[in-house]
Structure formats: structure tokens, C-alpha cells
């Protein structure tokens, strides 16, 4: 029975003495690792402590503790700015991200906006005017230029006149009728005008042809004063 005893207790001495070792062996193994990055680090702080020497005295005739306290401070007394500015970077970052995301959609849609216009011609268009500019300039003299600024309302008038719908009508009919009876044989003879006097179309036409020969003719004050009294009446 003693010698059980005995055994049992010399047993767990021994899981004991077992333990500390591991013990012991394991914190001689982390000393080690320490003592080997403690050698590993050293060189690399003091190459650190030597470059932070080395730039503090680069700048040690400007640098100052008081320019270091001072801008402490001012970042202590905006925080409330310097949140706001970094909310405001991170709208623009969203921004960006959201541009960045519908950018290729704006290009393609670009892409196809000018195809449609090329193939509609308005490039084409844009090349003969360019080329008319050209002509333009290669024409006309600074004179010219002048003149026609001089009298740009006068030819937007006339322009204006001739868009006018009775205006346009009465050209486009007379040029429908000319094209119509251009071929056709005409009878000069002195009977065969005579029995085109008779006509009272004819005769209509060939008083208002008179009349404005006569409008022509006559000098420009002469021109204004029917003009001002309302124009000419065909009939």
C-alpha cells in the first residue's frame, strides 16, 4: 500500500517537473524570438532616429514649437470645418463614383447622337458652309464687309418682304406658268398680239407691267411718297 503511495506521488512529480519544463522551454523560446527582433529592430530605429535628425535639421531654422502649437490649435478650434470637409469629399467621392457609372452611358449616347447626325448630313452641311466662309472671305474686301454692315437692315427688309406669303405665291405661280407655256409656239405677228390685247388678263398684266416700269423709273423721292401712302394697288 506505501509503496503505491509512493508510486503515485513520485508520478505526478514527475508531470510537474514535466510542465515546469515546458514552461520554462517555452518562455526561454519567446525570450529568444524577442531578443532576435529586438536585433532586428534596433539598426532600424536608429537609421529612423538618424533620418528624423537629419530632416528636424534640415528644417530647424524655420520649424518652431510654436508654429506646431499653433496649428494644433486651429485644428482643434475647426474640427466642426474639418468634418464638414470630409463630408463634403465624401459627396464629391459619391459623385465621382455615380459619374464614373453613368460616364460610358453619356459617351455611348453621344456616340450615337453624332453618328444620327453624320448620317443626316449636318456635317456635310457644316463643311460647305465652311467652305462658303471661305469664299466669302476670299471675295469680298473689307469695303465690302463694311457696305453690307452698313446695310444689313435694308437686306433683311427685302428679305423679309420676299418671304412674304403673296409674294412667294405669285413667284411660284408665274414660275409654274412659264414652265408650262415656255415650249408652247407664241404668235408674233401683229394680228396675233392684237387678239392678245383683247384679253383683259393680258391688258391687266401689261398695266401693272407699266406701271412698275414707271415706279422704276421715276427718282427715288418720287419712289418714297407712294410707298408712304401705302403702295401700289394692282388695279
Do not use: C, W
Not at 6 to 34: C, F, S, V
Not at 123 to 131: E, K, N, Y
Amino acid at each position: 500500500m506505501d509503496t503505491s503511495l509512493a508510486l503515485d506521488d513520485l508520478a505526478l512529480l514527475h508531470a510537474k517537473l514535466d510542465h515546469l519544463t515546458n514552461l520554462l522551454e517555452g518562455q526561454r523560446r519567446r525570450q529568444q524570438e524577442m531578443d532576435e527582433l529586438k536585433r532586428d529592430l534596433i539598426p532600424i530605429a536608429n537609421q529612423m532616429v538618424q533620418l528624423t535628425i537629419d530632416q528636424l535639421a534640415e528644417i530647424d531654422s524655420e520649424f518652431q514649437l510654436e508654429d506646431l502649437l499653433y496649428l494644433l490649435k486651429r485644428l482643434l478650434r475647426n474640427t466642426r470645418k474639418l468634418v464638414m470637409a470630409l463630408d463634403r469629399l465624401d459627396a464629391v467621392m459619391g459623385l465621382a463614383d455615380e459619374a464614373t457609372l453613368i460616364g460610358p452611358q453619356v459617351f455611348d449616347q453621344a456616340v450615337e447622337t453624332l453618328d444620327q447626325l453624320e448620317r443626316k448630313g449636318y456635317f456635310r452641311l457644316a463643311r460647305q458652309g465652311g467652305r462658303i466662309v471661305d469664299q466669302i472671305v476670299t471675295e469680298f474686301s473689307e469695303d465690302d464687309v463694311r457696305l453690307l454692315g452698313d446695310n444689313i437692315v435694308l437686306i433683311l427688309n427685302t428679305i423679309k418682304d420676299l418671304t412674304q406669303p403673296e409674294i412667294l405665291r405669285f413667284v411660284r405661280s408665274t414660275l409654274l406658268i412659264a414652265e408650262q407655256e415656255i415650249d408652247k409656239p407664241v404668235d408674233v405677228s401683229y394680228g396675233g398680239l392684237l387678239r392678245q390685247m383683247r384679253d383683259p388678263a393680258v391688258r391687266r398684266g401689261l398695266a401693272l407691267t407699266m406701271r412698275v416700269l414707271h415706279v422704276i423709273g421715276a427718282p427715288a423721292d418720287d419712289r418714297e411718297r407712294p410707298q408712304a401712302a401705302g403702295g401700289l394697288s394692282p388695279g
